[in-house]
């Protein structure tokens, strides 16, 4: 039997219609609506039906577009331009530094930014399928800007060939997140000039001979 005819017989199957292209406005609006409630009640009070009931849209309509709540509630927040960490390139590895720190910092001071993200914490650890599509989907591209910064760092010369660019990283977030998640403080204006510093102080360029 050649491809396309059926078993009893030589009529052939019509090949498939391609389906109507999605509809962008349709997935601004889910991805809005999600990214309200995941604010308003954190990643355990979201549902596909409340999404959809907030959206106006059916729930099949939610799941052609993502197969799970992890992987919309990831969407979401992958979505917001306001979330974003911007590729900066000022010229200097420092006021790079500080451009993305400010950013952060202008996040992590949100109560709302912040109420995600001490929600998504306690949710991680007890959701394998959310924290693999939320490092896959979220934080490594965010990750990527970053090491692009770096590495443009590196070619200035600013930074040696061989920095660790995700223990940078890491020294970047991880002060924002203890002082603003886990205390619950606001963070100062100079913390983006400090944290900058303390990596300007443990990754030194190499020494011109």
Known sequence: MTTGEQAGGDERIPARRPGRP????RDEVILSAALEILTADGYSGLTIEGVAARAGVGRPTIYRRWASKPALVVAALADSVRIAVPDVDTGTLRRDLV??????IMLMNSPDSR???AGLVADLATDPELGHTYVREYLAPRRAVVF???QRAVDRGELA???DFAFVHDLLAGPLFMRAVV?????ADDAAEKTADVILAAFPPVPHS
Do not use: F, S
Not at 99 to 104: C, E, G, P, T
Not at 183 to 187: H, R
């Open 148 to 150: 692009r910064v770096l």
């Open 115 to 117: 109420r995600i993200t």
């Open 161 to 163: 060939p061989d920095a």
């Open 99 to 104: 451009a993305m720190q400010r950013h952060q």
């Open 183 to 187: 205390w619950g403080e606001t963070l």
């Open 22 to 25: 999605r509809d962008a406005h």
